[in-house]
């Protein structure tokens, strides 16, 4: 058989049985009118599996599809069709990495938070670009990366992941935005937890609320100037490091800086296909292949 074509068998196969209580036999969300030839379980499988191939371009999957995989996928819709039934689906898209990440996530008491910017554009063409501003709430701005020392024109990535890599939560935000306001939105899905972040995430009054309205205990470094000063424990720099190697694998393997989108609503949903595609490799190496759970270069091919 065909390895694309086995390929998405397999996930094909995981997304129905995971989603099953949402699905119906056919793969699709109940809805009125005709039965889509091409069910919703097959367009998110088809994301996910495009994604994990560093097929980040549309335009390119169904130009491979069409030419060699064209009898292989005999109900195969076109690409426009495509492209608004995943935004659609995104809602289901977030229900199956929610359903993959509890399972990969039980009994973890421990977490990393951190960001990483998301241009959309090279920087000369920022004043003049008009994708992904049809609404003001969401469109993008001129942030500042103290990592690149740059300043860059788009978003900026919110995650919060396990020491194995785990992501378990994400959000976008405008490049303008403050790291530390994202725990505002994330706090109350942790209570009792370690939270590890760098200097972006120290704030004493912050970390005392957050303490005394869930138990969430957030741990970052000092300092060198700070009243109490005490060195950051080598143990939380190495774990805290790892999240950086896994927005390392996002950004070489899944290409998640490439924006192809014209709106936010698709920015977003390409982000959460990337991130879930990531999940599911991760999930497919502890329960199916047997490798290391953040080996993901070779897992699928």
Known sequence: MDKFRENFDMILSFVKQTMSNILNKDGNIKRPGPKPKFS?????????????????????????????HKKLFP???????YNKRRKMLFKLIEA??????????????TFIVDSMPLPIS??????????????????????????????????????IATVNGVITHFDLSKANMADIHYLEDIKEYYPGARLLGD????????????????????????????KNYRKYPAVFRKVRKRIETFYSQLHDQFKIVNNYAKTFRGLSVRILSKIT??????????????????HIKHAIT
């Open 40 to 68: 919703d379980a097959e367009v998110i499988t088809l994301s996910l599996l495009s994604e994990i191939l560093m097929i980040d371009s549309e335009n390119y999957l169904f130009k491979k599809l069409n030419k060699n």
């Open 75 to 81: 109900n195969l819709i076109e690409r426009s069709v």
């Open 96 to 109: 199956l990495r929610v359903n993959i990440v509890q399972e990969l996530t039980y009994g973890e008491d």
């Open 122 to 159: 090279k920087f000369s063409r920022a004043r003049r670009l008009k994708i992904c501003k049809e609404n003001y709430d969401t469109s993008p701005s001129f942030g500042y990366c103290a990592a690149q020392k740059t300043t860059y024109f788009g978003y900026k990535l919110h995650a």
């Open 199 to 226: 200097m972006a995430y120290l704030s004493d009054p912050l970390q005392m609320e957050l303490f005394e309205t869930n138990r969430l205990l957030l741990e970052t470094p000092k300092r060198r100037n700070q």
């Open 277 to 294: 595609g990531y999940t599911l490799v991760q999930y497919l190496n502890k329960y199916k292949f047997g490798n290391q759970l953040c």
